[in-house]
Nanobody, 127 residues
Framework: QVQLVESGGGLVQAGGSLRLSCAAS????????IGWFRQAPGMEREFVAA?????????????DYEKSMAGRFTISRDNAKNAAYLQMTSLKLEDTAVYYC???????????????WGQGTQVTVSS
């Protein structure tokens, strides 16, 4: 089991950047894929990006992005720090949402694929 805590959210102007962090407890962080999701008011929770478990030989970890966010958002992980990150640039008003990180044994794009969730961090983009 893994526990997740997000941080780094806040208020930012359109066009600005934010870096979200996801801190994980436990010594098995590297065995989990990490996903980022977001939920705007009145909307369903949607997939943002995910990063897979690193290869034990090359440390390479596969990534996946929602098409509309690829190129603006970058997901990464630091297994030595038990952390994952979501670097967000060129933020738009429609990026305003609560952002959640989640953990699963394999990469996925649906909320059902992730059994472990953080409490979320609010990102508000202003004009």
């Amino acid at each position: 089991q893994v526990q997740l805590v997000e941080s780094g959210g806040g208020l930012v102007q359109a066009g600005g950047s934010l870096r979200l962090s996801c801190a994980a407890s436990g010594r098995t962080f590297s065995t989990y894929a990490i996903g980022w999701f977001r939920q705007a008011p009145g909307m369903e929770r949607e997939f943002v990006a995910a990063i897979g478990r690193p290869s034990p030989f090359t440390a390479y970890a596969a990534t996946d992005y929602e098409k509309s966010m690829a190129g603006r958002f970058t997901i990464s992980r630091d297994n030595a720090k038990n952390a994952a990150y979501l670097q967000m640039t060129s933020l738009k008003l429609e990026d305003t949402a609560v952002y959640y990180c989640a953990a699963a044994t394999s990469l996925g794009r649906t909320t059902l694929a992730y059994p472990y969730w953080g409490q979320g961090t609010q990102v508000t983009v202003s004009s």
